[in-house]
């Protein structure tokens, strides 16, 4: 154990000295530990900056008595063994100690219980420290080490309420003042922090301090793999952690294959832009997937050059067949594997030597069926020769703008704006029958499998520069490497939408943490927090993430919060209101001579306010006028249209007049988002079709999609800094 007397350095002195870290934790390797004694995570507090009590170490009970008199009482004692992690589970933890007897009573106590606790821990002494005052707010900061997203630092209450109300957040590591005090104002119980019941409000400042600077500790030193300090006792003038936990990982780290961001965007518009394209394992024969994804390339319209290849045939639906890659004289941009797994790495090896820059591995029976080793050979033969794989157990790929059906799926050519991806080949199916249903144009469609090698990142990087492209969706499981994908994802947010549907909501690692951290820590609240930090809208379903997909490229970005309900039906209004809570929308609180000017369109007994409340009795002209004066008025930023059905207003009759006062105000500049939810009988789906198809964001037999929509623009728009205030 390394105590402060032997690096004969004070805690003052020690503050900002990474040779002091440096010294403790070459210490505990060399102990063959990964637990940090109470004394020594003080003395990696103290080089930091990070505030705990003062205390000392404690080998009798007479120096116990003598250190807890001249820190003054009441201290609170512990146990110090890096054996014993839990140290009130093993009863080694008492507080309010208020004099010297009740000192040296408690050291006897504390060290019997140790030994009944685990009898062959190895005991350095008891810890003497001195007592917070009363009445502060308990908090929780933390660190842990994520296998996907590396080290991320936490925030929440702390003591006993983190246990019950699982109330953290988490960013990535490191983190500046502003994010830290972003960090402390997310957490669901924030107004605790405010002060409650005549209590008073504590120093955000000091809390940020602390998680600014546990965030630079864990940067600095990666072999931290976890640090608690819980509780923080937080106070009006300041914070202060009770206690350090802190453990390592002094295993070497596998450094993650990333290439910059001009070799990801050289490779993938030679993917995505190819001139020629070659088939490895391409067949005549029906029903093969060789002969599926020739037939997809050519009934596709894909104008490049096909290159067939196949040992024995000499051609492959009247096209020129080769034995091998390396026998076409010309050019391959990408290679389209259908060949079973076994004889992948050996056509990877031609693909390589002819200097094609990616592949399609369309092939399963790798790492999902139990073969990683096959995968990582297939990997290492690729990254010899600088080649990009997408997949392997893929369906392949589409981009439109080419024409390219890269697949043995169906061929499609309804083209648009909107790139998704998926993990799961079933998943890309929903999304191809999705956008031909709805007629929703794509630029892209990407399986991406087990991603060996290409994963959500390569795609962000490269659809951010993609001028087909300006709203991006991705299904993933999970991500291979999530701090790159949230750095690319920042980046790439500001400029277009990223949306994501994250599988599998499951429990944070297999191995129990040793820390309140890494225990309370859930996969999904990592993603969760992550994801939203990046600027990412995240999806709650499959629909929900086609229907942002095709919704959110339709609606023009809003200038600001108010939003307004203009509606025909009083029980829809109802329901719009709370889908409007439900997604973090902001109903404009109506203006007097705003609320004025609407009741000029509506009787005088419809109720007053937002929403707007037209009766079912109205002819169209009350709908248009309405409407109108919503779309003109600078102080309303979105608009939300409640329709039912009725006699005097038929649905189309409904959808047409909305069409024509909202080209009325586009012609005059006015572009604000607008959806709409119908009910009524089946009339109502086919004004909700005419209603998309000019812009209109427009939903049948439901209440809650159509704001679910606008909330996810709305949370683009204010991730990208285009909603100012």
Same mark, same amino acid.
């Given at each position: 154990?390394?105590?402060?007397?032997?690096?004969? &350095?004070?805690?003052?002195?020690?503050?900002?000295?990474?040779?002091?870290?440096?010294?403790?934790?070459?210490?505990?390797?060399?102990?063959?530990?990964?637990?940090?004694?109470?004394?020594?995570?003080?003395?990696?507090?103290?080089?930091?900056?990070?505030?705990?009590?003062?205390?000392?170490?404690?080998?009798?009970?007479?120096?116990?008595?003598?250190?807890?008199?001249?820190?003054?009482?009441?201290?609170?004692? +512990?146990?110090?063994?890096?054996?014993?992690?839990?140290?009130?589970?093993?009863?080694?933890?008492?507080?309010?100690?208020?004099?010297?007897?009740?000192?040296?009573?408690?050291?006897?106590?504390?060290?019997?219980? =140790?030994?009944?606790?685990?009898?062959?821990?190895?005991?350095?002494?008891?810890?003497?420290?001195?007592?917070?005052?009363?009445?502060?707010?308990?908090?929780?900061?933390?660190?842990?080490?994520?296998?996907?997203?590396?080290?991320?630092?936490?925030?929440?209450?702390?003591?006993?309420?983190?246990?019950?109300?699982?109330?953290?957040?988490?960013?990535?590591?490191?983190?500046?003042?502003?994010?830290?005090?972003?960090?402390?104002?997310?957490?669901?119980?924030?107004?605790?922090?405010?002060?409650?019941?005549?209590?008073?409000?504590?120093?955000?400042?000091?809390?940020?301090?602390?998680?600014?600077?546990?965030?630079?500790?864990?940067?600095?030193?990666?072999? &931290?793999?976890?640090?608690?300090?819980?509780?923080?006792?937080?106070? +009006?003038?300041?914070?202060?952690?009770?206690?350090?936990?802190?453990? @390592?990982?002094?295993?070497?780290?596998?450094?993650?294959?990333?290439?910059?961001?001009?070799?990801? /965007?050289?490779?993938?518009?030679?993917?995505?832009?190819?001139?020629?394209?070659?088939? &490895?394992?391409?067949?005549?024969?029906?029903?093969?997937?060789?002969?599926?994804?020739?037939?997809?390339?050519?009934?596709?319209?894909?104008?490049?050059?096909?290159?067939?290849?196949?040992?024995?045939?000499?051609?492959?639906?009247?096209?020129?067949?080769?034995?091998?890659?390396?026998?076409?004289?010309?050019?391959?941009?990408?290679?389209?594997?259908?060949?079973?797994?076994?004889?992948?790495?050996?056509?990877?090896?031609?693909?390589?030597?002819?200097?094609?820059?990616?592949?399609?591995?369309?092939?399963?029976?790798?790492?999902?069926?139990?073969?990683?080793?096959?995968?990582?050979?297939?990997?290492?033969?690729?990254?010899?020769?600088?080649?990009?794989?997408?997949?392997?157990?893929?369906?392949?790929?589409?981009?439109?703008?080419?024409?390219?059906?890269?697949? #043995?799926?169906?061929? #499609?050519?309804?083209?648009?704006?909107?790139?998704?991806?998926?993990?799961?080949?079933?998943?890309?199916?929903?999304?191809?029958?999705?956008?031909?249903?709805?007629?929703?144009?794509? $630029?892209?469609? /990407?399986?991406?499998?087990?991603? $060996?090698?290409?994963?959500?990142?390569?795609?962000?990087?490269?659809?951010?520069?993609?001028?087909?492209?300006?709203?991006?969706?991705?299904? @993933?499981?999970?991500?291979?490497?999530?701090?790159?994908?949230?750095?690319?994802?920042?980046?790439?947010?500001?400029?277009?939408?990223?949306?994501?549907?994250?599988?599998?909501?499951?429990?944070?690692?297999?191995?129990?943490?040793?820390?309140?951290?890494?225990?309370?820590?859930?996969?999904?609240?990592?993603?969760?927090?992550?994801?939203?930090?990046?600027?990412?809208?995240?999806?709650?379903?499959?629909?929900?993430?086609?229907?942002? =997909?095709?919704?959110?490229?339709?609606?023009?970005?809003?200038?600001?919060?108010?939003?307004?309900?203009?509606?025909?039906?009083?029980?829809?209004?109802?329901?719009?209101?709370? =889908?409007?809570?439900?997604?973090?929308?902001?109903?404009?609180?109506?203006?007097?001579?705003?609320?004025?000017?609407?009741?000029?369109?509506?009787?005088?007994?419809?109720?007053?306010?937002?929403?707007? $409340?037209?009766?079912?009795?109205?002819?169209?002209?009350?709908?248009?006028?309405?409407?109108?004066?919503?779309?003109?008025?600078?102080?309303?930023?979105?608009?939300?249209?409640?329709?039912?059905?009725?006699?005097?207003?038929?649905?189309?009759?409904?959808?047409?007049?909305?069409?024509?006062?909202?080209?009325?105000?586009?012609?005059?500049?006015?572009?604000?988002?607008?959806?709409? $939810?119908?009910?009524?009988?089946?009339?109502?789906?086919?004004?909700?079709?005419?209603?998309?198809?000019?812009?209109?964001?427009?939903?049948?037999?439901?209440?809650?999609?159509?704001?679910?929509?606008?909330?996810?623009?709305?949370?683009?728009?204010? =991730?990208?800094?285009?909603?100012?205030?």
């Amino acid at each position: 154990m390394v105590t402060q007397a032997a690096l004969k &350095i004070s805690p003052r002195e020690a503050a900002a000295d990474q040779a002091t870290v440096r010294k403790v934790l070459d210490g505990v390797k060399a102990d063959g530990r990964t637990s940090l004694t109470a004394p020594e995570a003080k003395l990696v507090c103290d080089a930091y900056d990070i505030p705990l009590p003062k205390e000392g170490l404690a080998k009798s009970a007479d120096e116990a008595a003598r250190l807890a008199g001249g820190m003054g009482y009441p201290v609170v004692m +512990k146990i110090v063994s890096a054996d014993i992690l839990h140290k009130t589970d093993a009863g080694g933890v008492i507080v309010g100690v208020k004099s010297d007897d009740e000192a040296r009573r408690a050291h006897d106590t504390i060290l019997a219980n =140790a030994r009944k606790y685990k009898a062959d821990a190895k005991i350095e002494g008891i810890q003497v420290q001195q007592m917070l005052p009363t009445g502060a707010t308990e908090t929780l900061i933390g660190a842990i080490t994520d296998p996907s997203f590396g080290k991320l630092v936490a925030f929440g209450l702390g003591g006993v309420l983190v246990e019950v109300l699982k109330d953290l957040t988490f960013r990535l590591a490191p983190v500046n003042e502003a994010q830290a005090l972003d960090m402390i104002g997310s957490i669901k119980a924030k107004e605790m922090l405010d002060g409650v019941r005549g209590g008073e409000a504590v120093d955000r400042g000091a809390l940020a301090s602390i998680l600014v600077q546990v965030s630079a500790l864990l940067d600095d030193f990666p072999e &931290i793999e976890e640090l608690d300090l819980n509780p923080v006792f937080a106070t +009006k003038s300041g914070a202060t952690a009770v206690d350090a936990r802190i453990v @390592c990982n002094f295993e070497a780290r596998k450094e993650r294959f990333r290439p910059d961001q001009d070799a990801i /965007v050289k490779a993938m518009n030679r993917i995505f832009h190819p001139k020629a394209v070659a088939v &490895i394992g391409a067949s005549n024969e029906a029903g093969k997937i060789g002969n599926s994804v020739m037939k997809n390339l050519i009934n596709g319209g894909y104008k490049g050059t096909i290159v067939p290849v196949h040992p024995k045939a000499d051609t492959i639906e009247g096209i020129k067949a080769y034995k091998s890659i390396l026998d076409y004289p010309g050019e391959v941009d990408v290679a389209v594997f259908a060949v079973p797994a076994k004889l992948c790495n050996g056509a990877m090896d031609e693909v390589g030597r002819k200097g094609v820059p990616g592949t399609v591995m369309i092939p399963s029976g790798f790492a999902e069926s139990g073969e990683p080793e096959l995968q990582e050979e297939l990997l290492a033969t690729a990254r010899k020769y600088n080649v990009r794989i997408m997949g392997p157990n893929i369906y392949g790929f589409y981009y439109t703008p080419e024409n390219l059906c890269a697949t #043995f799926c169906t061929a #499609f050519d309804v083209k648009g704006k909107a790139a998704l991806s998926s993990q799961s080949g079933g998943v890309g199916m929903s999304i191809i029958g999705f956008a031909r249903s709805t007629k929703m144009g794509v $630029s892209s469609i /990407v399986g991406l499998g087990n991603k $060996s090698d290409l994963d959500e990142d390569d795609l962000l990087t490269f659809f951010e520069q993609d001028p087909n492209t300006s709203v991006i969706a991705m299904h @993933c499981e999970d991500l291979k490497d999530g701090r790159a994908f949230s750095e690319v994802a920042e980046r790439v947010s500001k400029k277009k939408p990223v949306i994501v549907l994250k599988a599998g909501r499951t429990a944070y690692g297999a191995k129990a943490a040793a820390s309140h951290t890494g225990a309370l820590a859930g996969n999904d609240k990592i993603y969760d927090d992550i994801l939203k930090a990046s600027g990412v809208i995240r999806a709650p379903s499959l629909r929900g993430m086609l229907e942002y =997909a095709r919704g959110v490229q339709v609606l023009p970005a809003p200038k600001g919060e108010n939003v307004l309900i203009i509606t025909g039906a009083g029980g829809s209004g109802v329901l719009l209101s709370d =889908a409007c809570f439900d997604n973090g929308l902001t109903l404009m609180k109506m203006p007097d001579d705003l609320d004025a000017a609407f009741r000029k369109f509506i009787p005088p007994f419809r109720a007053a306010g937002n929403p707007v $409340s037209i009766p079912g009795v109205e002819p169209p002209l009350t709908y248009q006028n309405t409407v109108r004066l919503g779309l003109n008025d600078e102080r309303i930023h979105a608009l939300i249209l409640g329709y039912w059905h009725t006699i005097v207003t038929p649905p189309l009759v409904f959808a047409d007049k909305m069409i024509e006062v909202v080209t009325e105000a586009r012609a005059k500049g006015i572009d604000k988002p607008i959806v709409a $939810s119908l009910v009524g009988d089946v009339e109502v789906e086919k004004a909700c079709e005419k209603l998309y198809d000019h812009g209109i964001v427009a939903y049948p037999y439901t209440t809650e999609t159509p704001v679910e929509v606008l909330g996810a623009k709305y949370k683009w728009a204010r =991730a990208a800094g285009l909603i100012k205030g």
